[in-house]
Structure formats: structure tokens, C-alpha cells
């Protein structure tokens, strides 16, 4: 099964196996410890100082009339938790939820929200050096979310801010 799984996020071109991934922290160093993870065959990086908690994509409870990139909401532990659909949230065509779809639990000021992306792969050091400031783009473009950019391997990771992927308006719509 391993050996399957390993194939697959192979083909998928992830950085690494994400079962095997690294929590070296680097104190002391100019940098930030980010986790990697893919969404629409991009990679993706976010602070894991932001990272609650990685959990396998789980049964989520439906609540009408919210926005289409707000699938609803699970029970962590007796805690809800209401979950985005990254992806949708982007504006990226829908795409169907596969065994290796992860939810990330982020806090997002005083609010717990989970996060659905395609894959969890790594967790990595980057020095200040290595992170490129945001392309920039006319002010009609919504680029709040963007961190950075940096080069990992053989791939361009996007930095994103989660703080800064829902504006107010949307964080006041998730206020369980």
C-alpha cells in the first residue's frame, strides 16, 4: 500500500512522501518553517506556526446559503470547525476529493478553520534569502493572500498568508 502511495504522489510531481516528513526545527536561523503542500498540481507553502493540526479528509457537515468555497463544518474533538475548500476559494475549476485530500486545521486570528487541499508533502526550512516578495499585479488583482515565492527543488512554491486569504466579510460568515 506504501509503495502505492508513493507512486502516486510520484506521479502527482510532490516534493516528498508526505509520511516522512521532516520537523527539524532551525532555531536561531533567519527564516520560517513552512508546510508544503500541493493544490492543483502547485506547490503551496504556509507557516506551520499557523498550522493547528494535519488531519485525512473526514465526513463534513453541509450548512446552506454559504459561499461555494465553504464546504461546511466537522467536529474536531468536540470542537466545530468550519472548513474551506481552498481550491474554490482560488477560483480553480472543481476537482473530485481522492484518499491523499487533507484538511489543514489553521487559526486565523482567535477562529480555528480548516483548510482542504490536495496534499500534504513536507515540512521545510526557508532563510529569508530564499523568499522572493510577491509578483506584482494591478490593484484589481486580490493578492492579500501572498506572502512570497521561493524555489524548492525543482519547483516555484507560493507562499500564501492565511490570515490574508478571507477578507472580514468572509471571516465574520464562518463565526461559530
Same mark, same amino acid.
Given at each position: $500500500?506504501?509503495? #502505492?502511495?508513493?507512486?502516486? *504522489?510520484?506521479?502527482? &510531481? %510532490?516534493? #516528498? &512522501?508526505?509520511?516522512?516528513?521532516?520537523?527539524? *526545527?532551525?532555531?536561531?536561523?533567519? !527564516?520560517?518553517?513552512?508546510?508544503?503542500?500541493?493544490?492543483? &498540481?502547485?506547490?503551496?507553502?504556509? #507557516?506551520?506556526?499557523?498550522? $493547528?493540526?494535519?488531519?485525512?479528509?473526514?465526513?463534513?457537515? =453541509?450548512?446552506?446559503?454559504? @459561499?461555494?468555497?465553504?464546504? !461546511? /463544518?466537522? &467536529?474536531?474533538?468536540?470542537?466545530?470547525?468550519?472548513?474551506?475548500?481552498?481550491?474554490?476559494?482560488?477560483?480553480? @475549476?472543481?476537482?473530485?476529493?481522492?484518499?491523499?485530500?487533507?484538511?489543514?486545521?489553521?487559526?486565523? !486570528?482567535?477562529?480555528?478553520?480548516?483548510?482542504? /487541499?490536495?496534499?500534504?508533502?513536507?515540512?521545510?526550512?526557508?532563510?529569508?534569502?530564499?523568499? =522572493?516578495?510577491?509578483?506584482?499585479?494591478?490593484?484589481?488583482?486580490?493578492?492579500?493572500? *501572498?506572502?512570497?515565492?521561493?524555489?524548492?527543488?525543482?519547483? %516555484?512554491?507560493? %507562499?500564501?498568508?492565511?490570515?490574508?486569504? $478571507?477578507?472580514?466579510?468572509? %471571516? !465574520?460568515?464562518?463565526? *461559530?
Amino acid at each position: $500500500m506504501t509503495s #502505492d502511495i508513493n507512486e502516486e *504522489l510520484a506521479q502527482w &510531481n %510532490l516534493l #516528498d &512522501n508526505y509520511e516522512d516528513i521532516d520537523l527539524d *526545527l532551525h532555531y536561531g536561523e533567519d !527564516g520560517t518553517q513552512v508546510l508544503v503542500f500541493s493544490l492543483m &498540481n502547485e506547490t503551496y507553502g504556509i #507557516d506551520i506556526l499557523k498550522v $493547528m493540526e494535519i488531519i485525512n479528509f473526514t465526513r463534513i457537515t =453541509q450548512i446552506p446559503n454559504v @459561499p461555494a468555497f465553504i464546504c !461546511g /463544518v466537522i &467536529n474536531l474533538r468536540g470542537v466545530i470547525v468550519p472548513v474551506v475548500d481552498l481550491g474554490k476559494k482560488f477560483g480553480f @475549476p472543481e476537482r473530485p476529493y481522492t484518499k491523499y485530500t487533507i484538511i489543514i486545521v489553521v487559526q486565523v !486570528g482567535q477562529k480555528l478553520m480548516g483548510v482542504i /487541499v490536495d496534499a500534504v508533502s513536507d515540512v521545510t526550512f526557508l532563510s529569508s534569502a530564499n523568499i =522572493q516578495p510577491p509578483p506584482a499585479f494591478s490593484e484589481t488583482i486580490d493578492v492579500r493572500f *501572498l506572502q512570497g515565492m521561493a524555489q524548492i527543488k525543482d519547483n %516555484l512554491m507560493i %507562499l500564501i498568508d492565511i490570515e490574508g486569504i $478571507m477578507s472580514e466579510e468572509e %471571516l !465574520g460568515l464562518i463565526s *461559530l
